[in-house]
C-alpha cells in the first residue's frame, strides 16, 4: 500500500505524470506496426500453402506479387522470374514466349534522331511498335494504345495582302490579318488524320516518342521507384511494381506515356513472342507502359522496329559514345535540336534537318 506524502490541500497528479503510478500504454504506431507484422505473417504463409498448390497459374502469379522491384533483384532472383513469365505466356498465348532480361551493355548510351523534312506522315511507325511491342489494340475507348504519334501541322505564310486587315479594322488592330493562318504552329496539330495518300501538299508532319531523357522528370515523381533510367540510355517501367498512380504521366512534357485503364487486348495470334521483362513483354490492367526503344531488339544488335520499317529512312538509331556511329554525325553535321529543351530535361531523341 502506498501513502500519499503531498502537502494538504496540493491536488492529486494524474498518472500519467507520477513515475511511481506510470503504467505503460499502448501507442497507435504500436498498434499498426503489431498488425502489419501479423498481416504479413499471415499472406507469407499463404503464399506458402499456394506454392505447394498444384495449380500453377496460382503459384505463379502469388510468386509474382511477391518478388522485389527488378532492379534489386539478384541475378538468381531475376532467372527465377524470367522462368515464371515464360512458363505463363506460353500457357496463355499457346506459343513458346521468351523473356529476355540482359541488362545494359557496358560502353553505350542508346541515342535516337529523325529527320523532319523526310517524314512524310504515313504512321508505319505507329503500326510496326503496336505489333512489335504487344501494346493493347481493342476498339473501345481506353483499349487502343500506341506509344508514337505523329502530329500533322498545316504550312502556311504571312502575306502582305492581309498585313492591314484585321479585327477592328483600323490603327492598333487587336487581331492581325495574319493571325489565323497555320504558320507557326508548334504542337498544336492533328493526331489523327486519315488522307487519300501521303505525303499532303502544305502538311508537315512530327513524330513524337518517349524522349528516354537523362534527366526524366517522371523518374522523379514515382513514389515506387518503378520507373528508372537504365545505364545505357532507355528509361522503363518494372510493371509488376506500378501502382497505376499516373504521376509520371502528368510529369511527362512529351505525352509519352500510356494507362492500362481495362485489360489490354492482345490476340494470341498477334502476339510476339520475343519479349524483354523491361520491354514488350505483356502488361496487365492498371499499370503504365511507354516507349523503351525496343530492348528485345536494341541489346541484341539490332534497329528498333519503327526504325527498320521507315519507308524513307527518317529514322536514325545508334551509340551517341561512338563517333562513327549514325547519330552522332548527325549530331555533328547536321541541323540538330531537342524539343523542349528548355525544360531541361536533356532529351536523347533528336530532330534534325538537312
Not at 2 to 20: C, Q, T, W, Y
Not at 79 to 107: C, F, M, W
Request: some cysteine; proline content about 7%.
Amino acid at each position: 500500500m502506498s501513502i500519499d506524502k503531498r502537502p494538504l490541500g496540493e491536488p492529486a497528479l494524474p498518472a500519467s505524470a507520477d513515475p511511481a503510478q506510470a503504467v505503460p500504454k499502448a501507442t497507435r504506431r504500436d498498434f499498426l506496426k503489431a498488425g502489419g507484422m501479423l498481416s504479413l505473417s499471415s499472406l507469407m504463409g499463404t503464399a506458402a500453402l499456394m506454392a505447394q498448390t498444384d495449380d500453377a497459374k496460382a503459384t505463379i502469379e502469388w510468386a509474382e506479387h511477391f518478388q522485389k522491384n527488378y532492379r534489386l533483384m539478384s541475378d538468381e532472383e531475376k532467372n527465377e522470374a524470367r522462368i515464371r513469365l515464360e512458363r505463363r505466356h506460353s500457357a496463355e498465348y499457346g506459343r513458346k514466349v521468351t523473356v529476355d532480361i540482359s541488362g545494359a551493355q557496358p560502353g553505350v548510351l542508346m541515342g535516337y534522331a529523325l529527320n523532319v523534312r523526310k517524314c512524310i506522315g504515313c504512321r508505319r511507325c505507329v503500326k510496326a511498335c503496336v505489333e512489335e511491342n504487344n501494346q493493347s489494340r481493342g476498339s473501345r475507348p481506353g483499349e487502343r494504345i500506341e506509344w508514337i504519334q505523329v502530329l500533322r501541322m498545316e504550312r502556311g505564310e504571312f502575306s502582305e495582302e492581309r498585313m492591314n486587315h484585321g479585327y477592328p479594322e483600323g490603327l492598333g488592330i487587336q487581331v492581325g490579318g495574319n493571325a489565323y493562318t497555320p504558320v507557326g504552329q508548334v504542337l498544336e496539330g492533328q493526331f489523327h488524320y486519315t488522307p487519300e495518300a501521303v505525303p499532303e501538299k502544305d502538311a508537315t508532319y512530327m513524330p513524337i516518342a518517349c524522349m528516354q531523357c537523362e534527366k526524366p522528370p517522371c523518374v522523379k515523381v514515382c513514389p515506387v521507384r518503378t520507373t528508372y533510367r537504365e545505364a545505357d540510355g532507355p528509361v522503363v517501367i518494372d510493371y509488376n511494381w506500378c501502382i497505376g498512380c499516373r504521376m509520371c504521366m502528368g510529369a511527362c512534357p512529351y505525352w509519352a506515356r500510356r494507362m492500362n485503364v481495362t485489360k489490354p487486348v492482345l490476340p494470341k495470334d498477334e502476339m510476339n513472342p520475343v519479349t524483354h521483362y523491361l520491354g514488350n513483354r505483356p502488361r496487365m490492367r492498371g499499370v503504365v507502359e511507354k516507349c523503351h526503344w525496343c530492348l528485345q531488339r536494341t541489346r541484341q544488335g539490332r534497329y528498333p522496329a519503327c526504325v527498320e520499317v521507315c519507308p524513307v529512312g527518317a529514322r536514325k538509331f545508334g551509340n551517341l559514345l561512338d563517333p562513327d556511329s549514325e547519330v552522332s554525325l548527325i549530331l555533328a553535321r547536321k541541323n540538330v535540336f531537342r524539343l523542349k529543351a528548355e525544360l531541361n530535361t536533356f532529351p536523347k531523341f533528336f530532330y534534325f534537318y538537312d
